[in-house]
């Protein structure tokens, strides 16, 4: 599901778009692994806690916990958020050279780095969210809330909105790298719970946290 989920997403919104539209999607993904890895492991963090909770029968302390949660990764999340509006050129520059297409990378970058940084809040309260359902052993609705969104909403939105109205390369950005990342944890969240030859299967909350950290 992945690869098709990538290339959709990747080549067949970004890749007519030019050299440089693709380069800076490519870019700011790495970039974003600055606020969403850390992101993640406070989400995670706080998830154990909301476990562990539930396994000694303190549902009351479940709510809390997951509101201290939130805060943490919303000000961790918002924070990098701010960098990425205040040095947007500073960031991209690490990843372009001194050239004409350098500098078109770093213009192009900029938009999508700015639009990275609005939706770091909706992600921070997503994941944490999303996190403390699959400590809790929800992790069927988590799937098939972001294989829906993927496949029925970012992907067609994507396609329309760049390929057939030629709206460009941030019109492209939420829907399209939403859908790659969407649907590549799904694929590994699928594969990690599966037994395979030389390994076991993983449980389900494992084989989430591998959907994420694999990414």
């Known amino acids: 599901i992945a690869p098709v989920g990538e290339a959709r997403s990747n080549y067949v919104v970004f890749a007519d778009l030019g050299t440089a539209s693709t380069a800076a999607f490519n870019a700011v993904i790495a970039i974003n692994s600055l606020s969403l890895m850390p992101g993640f492991g406070l989400a995670s963090a706080g998830a154990i806690l909301a476990a562990q909770s539930i396994g000694r029968g303190a549902r009351d302390q479940v709510w809390p916990q997951l509101r201290i949660t939130l805060v943490c990764t919303l000000g961790w999340m918002g924070a990098i958020g701010l960098v990425y509006l205040v040095v947007p050129a500073q960031l991209l520059g690490l990843f372009a050279q001194e050239s004409e297409a350098g500098a078109a990378m770093v213009a192009v970058g900029t938009g999508m780095l700015a639009l990275s940084a609005a939706w770091q809040l909706f992600d921070a309260v997503a994941m944490t969210f999303a996190e403390t359902l699959r400590s809790a052993g929800d992790t069927r609705w988590t799937m098939a809330a972001r294989l829906v969104l993927a496949w029925a909403l ?12 030629g709206a460009g390369p941030l019109a492209a950005m939420g829907p399209g790298m939403r859908l790659a990342r969407l649907v590549r944890r799904a694929d590994i969240f699928a594969a990690r719970m599966s037994p395979r030859r030389g390994r076991l299967a993983m449980s389900a909350t494992a084989a989430a946290k591998a959907a994420y950290l694999n990414e």
């Open 154 to 165: 970012f992907f067609p939105a994507s396609y329309l909105v760049v390929v057939i109205g």
